[in-house]
């Protein structure tokens, strides 16, 4: 039987063959019940367990369980019926004890709180009796906080009122009276005047027992930390930052009596061993007087140095230690000896309890030292750069070689034959004049900021990464500094003085041309170290070029209307409306040329000779441009006023060429030099020598006037005849 399968069966009965009818499989599924009835018959026949009495053991099972249940349900009617009354008249019983019990504790209480208020009373004409503040205190203090959270049904009582009030009187009485006493113990007063203020200190706080009964009492009606916290602050902001910010003499007269005397120095800041010095006389005091243990280690000074320690140190640190770091490598080197008197008074502030023990260090700011260190010495250097910009430019110095090589040989060891091609090429390359300034003057502020700048080089490449970068980039904005200070602060002499200009000039010049190398040089010494940023000058060297340029354009302009405004205002600005000309014409061309004089007379030897011949060059061909055209544009030119303007502009002539260093420079520089030459000839002559002087076309006066500018002249001067018709015929 445990071995029989349905589903093995139904399969042989269904899956024996492909199509299959109902009529024909049912008699095998009867067959297949019939034969289970038997076998289910064979296996209880052949069963160890008699089923039958199991059967009948079942059925009284069920008798019995039914009779369980009628007696359960009779028991629950008994309970509900008797029971529950009995439980219903214990709950009411309950309640009635309970509110019994609530008005026994709301008696129990009051009657508490009025015995506390009793008790309290006592303990507070005890403490009177036995003059103590700390007993007197405690218990009004008690006494107070008491009746702010009384007992419900206290505050009906008409003794709450009365309590409350001659509670809250007998408190501020202490306290006036505990104040009265602090004040008497730790007096502090503050005389000042315009020329000093002189603090006071007495204090007699020691360690008897009426000091530690006061303080015991301030401390009981946390009162003492809000007098700890007044005496902290009084101490920095009146005594200690005035000590680090002036010249002080701290001075204690007695064991209890002390004074500092503050003197008002405008601009003064004291060296920072006098400050530790006078802080060291100060905090040797307090700790002295103010180092009593009145509660579990807890000192006055401990608790003052709680308030203000943290702000004390960074204040003392910003304002006068990191003053002490120096702004130049040499003595860095040396600032140990400085940290160790640093780190002893630090040590000195711990023994006498102002600082704690641990997580407190003045020191801390030595971790970024070269932050500092790069800070300050570039903020030095950026003000010293600025004070040399203030200088007069009027102090100069000769620099720069006469003449340039012609060659650029090198001296020394043999190269190879590459390395020679390399150097032709670069020597037909670049200009010789590349590397050499040209003899002139500058201002001596032009070579101390030069100098400058080279110390900051030379202190970057001694200093760590940091120090170096920084002020690699401050040597920039040193030169970008000088774009936007000289020609602010010296405008008006750079407006007016043509030596101004002139210096002004050069030394952009002279920066630029150094600014070229000046980054090769930090390269070459900053050798073998690895760098996150470019080093290089030669974006700054064309602002400074420009910089110069801009300002001696200006001034040349400057000169140029003056020049004209000279020859516009006189006669020569009216020639085709007059005969003769007054002595104003004359006196307006003497002026020019005084004008050009005074120029030479400033400027040379102050320009290099090739700018100087340029800029003159230029003045004196634009002056001469305009008495050319001054004659050349004018339609009818009387004989008489014709032989004025050819004595005026050989005045000219004789003057122009002293205007340059060498005489024949006149011929070189000045573009219409010849041309003007000729046009006095023109003024002077006749038809017949201007015949001579066109030659057909290819004579003097070909070269220097047009067709049309000379047969204007012509016909401007000379009258109409035969003969000036047959030359200007010629003339086409």
């Not at 009004?140 to 049904?153: C, R």
């Not at 006493?181 to 000093?196: D, G, H, Q, R």
């Not at 040399?388 to 043999?414: F, H, Q, R, Y």
């Not at 004209?564 to 003497?590: C, G």
Request: glycine share 2%; with cysteine.
């Amino acid at each position: 039987m445990a071995d029989y399968n349905v589903e093995d069966v139904l399969k042989t009965i269904f899956n024996n063959s492909s199509t299959w009818k109902p009529t024909d499989k049912i008699p095998l599924v009867i067959k297949e019940i019939e034969q289970l009835k038997v076998d289910m018959k064979a296996y209880i026949g052949s069963c160890d367990w008699d089923i039958e009495s199991i059967i009948n053991e079942g059925k009284e099972l069920c008798i019995e369980s039914k009779a369980l249940v009628d007696e359960m349900q009779q028991c629950k009617q008994e309970i509900e019926q008797e029971t529950m009354a009995e439980i219903l008249k214990s709950i009411e019983n309950h309640d009635q004890l309970s509110k019994e019990l609530q008005l026994v504790n709301f008696a129990m209480n009051i009657l508490y709180d009025v015995v506390q208020c009793g008790r309290y009373v006592k303990e507070f004409d005890e403490g009177r009796e036995a003059q103590s503040y700390s007993r007197s205190i405690e218990a009004v203090y008690d006494l107070v906080q008491l009746v702010e959270m009384p007992a419900e049904g206290f505050r009906e009582l008409d003794l709450y009122v009365n309590t409350k009030t001659t509670g809250q009187l007998i408190l501020d009485n202490l306290l006036h009276e505990l104040f009265n006493e602090w004040t008497e113990l730790v007096y502090t007063n503050i005389n000042a005047s315009p020329k000093k203020t002189v603090i006071t200190f007495k204090i007699k706080l020691d360690e008897s027992q009426m000091s530690r009964d006061i303080l015991n009492a301030l401390e009981r009606c946390k009162r003492l930390r809000e007098k700890v916290t007044e005496l902290g602050q009084f101490l920095l902001k009146e005594v200690l930052i005035p000590i680090i910010h002036n010249d002080c003499t701290v001075f204690a007269e007695t064991d209890i009596l002390m004074t500092i005397t503050i003197n008002h120095k405008p601009n003064y800041k004291p060296p920072y061993d006098h400050v530790i010095a006078n802080l060291r006389l100060l905090f040797h005091y307090l700790s002295n007087r103010l180092n009593i243990e009145f509660d579990c280690d807890r000192t006055i000074i401990r608790k003052i140095g709680s308030e203000i320690a943290v702000a004390f140190r960074d204040i003392l640190v910003e304002d006068c230690l990191i003053d002490t770091i120096p702004n130049n490598i040499n003595e860095l080197q040396s600032y140990g000896k400085i940290t160790s008197e640093i780190e002893d008074f630090q040590h000195f502030l711990t023994v006498v309890k102002f600082f704690p023990e641990e997580n407190l260090s003045i020191l801390d700011y030595v971790n970024n030292i070269d932050v500092i260190f790069s800070e300050k010495s570039s903020q030095y250097f950026l003000e010293t750069a600025r004070s040399i910009m203030l200088k007069d430019l009027s102090a100069t110095m000769s620099i720069g070689v006469e003449t340039i090589p012609e060659s650029n040989e090198v001296v020394g060891s043999p190269l190879d034959e590459n390395t020679e091609d390399a150097l032709k090429i670069l020597d037909a390359t670049i200009p010789k004049s590349l590397f050499y300034f040209p003899r002139c003057m500058i201002s001596k502020t032009a070579q101390e900021l030069l100098d400058l700048v080279y110390v900051m080089m030379e202190q970057a490449v001694q200093c760590s990464d940091v120090v170096c970068k920084k002020l690699y980039h401050t040597t920039r904005i040193v030169f970008e500094l000088y774009d936007a200070v000289v020609p602010y602060y010296h405008e008006n002499y750079l407006q007016t003085i043509p030596q101004y200009v002139a210096l002004f000039h050069n030394n952009c010049m002279y920066l630029a041309h150094n600014l070229q190398t000046f980054g090769d040089k930090w390269m070459i010494l900053m050798e073998g170290r690895e760098l996150d940023y470019p080093i290089s000058f030669v974006d700054l060297v064309q602002k400074l070029r420009d910089l110069g340029y801009h300002h001696l354009t200006v001034h040349m302009q400057q000169q140029r209307k003056q020049i004209l405004d000279n020859v516009r205002s006189s006669d020569l600005n009216s020639i085709v409306v007059k005969d003769l000309l007054s002595n104003n014409a004359e006196a307006a061309v003497r002026q020019c040329l005084r004008q050009l004089h005074l120029l030479k007379n400033v400027w040379i030897g102050v320009f290099p000779a090739n700018v100087f011949v340029r800029l003159m060059g230029t003045l004196v061909n634009m002056f001469v441009h305009e008495l050319i055209h001054r004659v050349c544009t004018v339609e009818d030119i009387s004989m008489e006023m014709a032989v004025q303007l050819g004595d005026i502009y050989t005045v000219v002539v004789q003057k122009a060429p002293g205007l340059f260093q060498n005489q024949e420079d006149v011929h070189a520089h000045v573009k219409s030099w010849a041309k003007f030459q000729e046009l006095i000839f023109v003024l002077r002559g006749s038809l017949k020598d201007i015949e001579k002087h066109w030659n057909d076309g290819v004579g003097p006066l070909s070269e220097h006037f047009k067709t049309d500018e000379l047969r204007t002249l012509i016909k401007a001067l000379f009258q109409n005849t035969q003969f000036r018709a047959n030359l200007l015929s010629k003339i086409k």
